[in-house]
């Protein structure tokens, strides 16, 4: 989703949070200049009526609020299978972080902080809305410090059906309300109890009720009282905790009667004249266990005499069936301590057998209904056995230990993700630690392992935006992401391969994570190709990997360097690292430039004592450059050296004559002397015999030196044979 563009106006900048339902980015609004907060339904649900129903009734829901202490919502879209909601983005944290970094809060920021949510409850109840899921996560706090209540994700307006989903409870287990946790209608005074744990958590830093499961924690909230907020933090002030109390009270007719009441309470809590107030006390709840007395089978009802005494038969009653009349006799004859009275009986028994054939009969039907319910109350009367503990088992062992001990398994299993639990595990069953009728039903609640999430394809993609990706699904960086970097044609910092592979499922909390990351082509050292023929160049360059082709290969004129040798290589210098396989251009001399001159200095010098041996050093300067060493020799008797330089225009040359290490003499001429015809000129150095060197002169410089500091930008080489710095002989050349 990084760098995605949803509707063609959100730009996705980076992952920031997420939950059950949705995943929640930071994204930039192009129309509007603005960053805003987007919610995207998990890709998993997106197939699932029953969350698209729930994710619709969030947007519908908070889209109806607009309160300084609700975060505000903006769009809602659908892009193919991606559903969002574009809300206001709060920079800051959100009030579970905050309490985990430096809970307990002083009491005066924890009302402040619980007033703003009550006023945020107070106008989502005047709109017939009920949050539901009033939760540290969902409290954001700006870094003005404005309180945002935000995420209405289960939230749905009051309607007369009920709010409870058929079969579950959705919402956070810790900050339930008994009546939620029951899975009956919730309304206004859950939202108030689970402001009162909220409360309660900002001021001890711990929450009321922990267990070892949902289920267990649902049960406490029902069943346990919590340990009070002073016994926990003593310097909460009675007239906060007085607040917490109420407001957690089981029986929600205890609780306060609207957002609005618990409001005005928290606003007045800190005065000086409440600080100390009476601890608030509470009637019995009326769904505490009572003790009846026990009913004795000696017990009758005290009924007055007169009650079983029959009336007279009025003479109207002569018309009666004598059947019916006897059956009346019958029932009568049945209660206890009856005295019959017939005022007209004069002392004669009249139709005594039929009353005695119904009374036998009656008797015979009773005694046949005793018979058949004790034959049935003998069929019924199955044997007991232990139920088998099996939590912690995986589902099939459970399964077969349940059916070993003459009980059954309910069907279908309940299948959970619990993060804590792997996956297959049993986490829950419907009895244990009791003996139930042989052939019971058991339920089992197994656990699907963690949430899984599915893996991004990040081949191509940049390393960083894979971590920020990974570590808003809640993996570490440090101990589950790696990364190895290789030598590749791709930019450097870029995913090669990954591991998992893209589309494996996998779970955040204990999955690794291996990247192969291009850092780049290898690079070698430039070798140095100036001063080589083309052929050689081409062959220094394809034994380091690199390429060299014709064309990139250009010929220019050149003072240093002699026809078909290198004289520049572009791009990369001698040792500067270049990656492998790189093109290389080279600039090839073409030799000097065309309005160069060539001169010969005829040098012809004796050694300074004849018949002796003396070492002759020869310097000289032109385009090429300054004080080029032309060579030594060793000479006996007078020789000739011709000393070749070159010169461009506006320039001079000049041949310097070194004897026995002392300078004797030197000669220069102008790019205008030869112009105008000069094309040679000499320079003659006598031995002591035949004229010595002026003692006046410098050794080094000479006084007939006329240097002149026109030099050539870019000094070239002549023929190699025309200059040789180890002394080599130069007898002969032009």
Known sequence: MIGHQLGGRYEILTRIGGGGMALVYKAH????????????????????????????RE??????????????????????????????????????????????????????IAMQICDALE???????????????????????????????????????????????????????????????????????????????????????FGESPISVALKHLQEEFEEPRKVNPHIPQSVENVILRAMRKNPNERYQSAR???????????????????????????????????????????PQSEYELTPVPPAASSIPPLERGSKAAAASSQPDVEWKDEKSNGKPKGWKRPITIVGITLVALALIIWGFLALVNKLDV????????????????????EDAGLKVQEPVIHEFMGDVPAGQVFEQ????????????????????????????????????????????????????????????????????????????????SATFKFMVSKGRETIP??????????????????????????????????????????????????????????????????????????TFNVTISPAEAGKTSEIRIVYSDARGQDIEWGKRQIQDT???????????????????????????????????????SDSSSLTIPGTGGGETDPGKDTETGTETNEKTDNPDQPVDGDPEESNDNGGNQDGQQ
Not at 73 to 102: A, F, K, S
Not at 272 to 288: A, G, T
Request: glycine residues 6%; contains cysteine.
């Open 639 to 677: 020789q000739s050296f011709p000393v070749q330089v070159i010169l461009a225009p506006n320039t001079e040359a000049r041949v310097t004559v070194y004897r026995d290490g002392q300078f004797v003499d030197t000669r220069t001429i102008t790019y205008e002397e030869l112009a105008q015809g």
């Open 526 to 599: 430039m070798p140095n190709l100036i001063g080589h023929t083309i052929a050689e160049a081409k062959d220094i360059v394809k034994s380091n990997g690199l390429v060299l082709q014709d064309d990139d290969i250009l010929e220019e004129p050149s003072y240093t360097q002699s026809k078909g040798l290198v004289i520049n290589q572009d791009q990369f210098k001698p040792n500067d690292p270049v990656p492998k396989g790189s093109k290389i251009t080279i600039r090839v001399s073409s030799g000097p430039p065309k309005d160069a001159k060539n001169h």
């Open 123 to 209: 106008h989502a109840h005047q709109n017939h809305i009920i949050h539901r899921d009033i939760k540290p996560h969902n409290i954001l706090i700006g870094k003005n410090g404005r309180v945002k209540v935000t995420d209405f994700g289960i939230a749905r307006a009051v309607t007369s059906s009920t709010i409870t989903q058929t079969g579950s409870v959705v919402g956070s287990v810790h900050y339930f309300s008994p009546e939620h946790a029951k899975g009956i209608s919730t309304g206004e005074k859950s939202d108030l109890y689970s402001l009162g744990i909220v409360l309660y958590q900002m001021l001890t830093g711990k929450l009321p009720f």
């Open 29 to 56: 609004d192009i129309l509007l200049n603005r960053n805003v907060a987007v919610k995207v339904l998990r890709q998993q649900f997106v197939h699932d009526e029953e969350f698209i129903r729930r994710f619709r």
């Open 261 to 303: 009441e618990m409001l005005t309470d928290l606003d007045t809590c800190l005065k000086p004249n409440r600080l100390s107030e009476q601890k608030v006390m509470f009637s019995s709840d009326l769904d505490e266990t009572r003790v009846m007395p026990a009913i004795r089978g000696d017990m009758r009802p005290s009924v």
């Open 430 to 509: 419907s009895k244990a630690n009791m003996r139930v009728k042989e052939g019971s039903w058991i339920q089992l609640s197994v656990s699907d392992g963690a949430v899984l999430e599915k893996m991004s394809d990040y081949k191509g993609k940049q390393l960083q935006e894979a971590k920020d990706d990974l570590t808003a699904l809640g993996v570490d960086e440090e101990s589950q992401i790696t990364s190895e970097q290789v030598f590749s044609d791709q930019d450097p910092g870029t995913i090669i391969s990954q591991t998992p592979e893209f589309g494996s499922e996998f779970d955040p909390k």
């Open 59 to 112: 947007a519908q829901s908070a889209a109806s609020l607009s309160h300084p202490n609700v975060v505000s919502i903006y769009d809602v879209g659908q892009e193919e299978d991606t559903h969002y909601i574009v809300m206001e983005y709060i920079e800051g944290h959100n009030l579970n972080e905050i309490i985990h970094e430096r809970a307990p809060l002083q009491a005066d920021e924890a009302v402040r």
């Open 383 to 402: 044997p007991e056995v232990d139920v088998p503990y099996v939590v912690g088992m995986d589902e099939a062992a459970a399964r077969a230990k349940i």
